[in-house]
């Protein structure tokens, strides 16, 4: 059974940092690309970031230099390194992870920064 479950989200100030896990079963996880997208209300979701490899990393602009996506395959998990948050960055965080044909989900964890 795949599953993809995150975790890490919480509420934090403007300025804080919190660190998103998302931990993997039931497929191969080094095989695929991962990513963290994100929704806020009334917004469409959104890529945030992109791991292809431990060579490739994407993010969108306005989380350069403020997010960072790593993955650790041993463990089967890919993270999400938050910190300078802004109020912005409120959103239910997504995981995801993406092979040839195969495209899945994790349930998301809400990020609120507020003050």
């Known amino acids: 059974q795949v599953q993809l479950v995150e975790s890490g989200g919480g509420l934090v100030q403007p300025g804080g940092s919190l660190r998103l896990s998302c931990a993997a079963s039931g497929f191969t996880f080094s095989r695929y690309g991962v990513a963290w997208y994100r929704q806020a209300p009334g917004k469409e979701r959104e890529l945030v970031a992109r791991?292809?490899?431990?060579?490739?990393?994407y993010y969108i602009e306005s989380v350069k230099g403020r997010f960072t996506i790593s993955r650790d395959n041993a463990k089967n998990t890919v993270f999400l390194q938050m910190n300078s948050l802004k109020t912005e960055d409120t959103a239910v965080y997504l995981c995801n992870a993406r092979g040839r044909l195969e495209d899945y989900w994790g349930q998301g964890t809400q990020v609120t920064v507020s003050s």
């Open positions: 791991s292809r490899s431990t060579d490739y990393t």
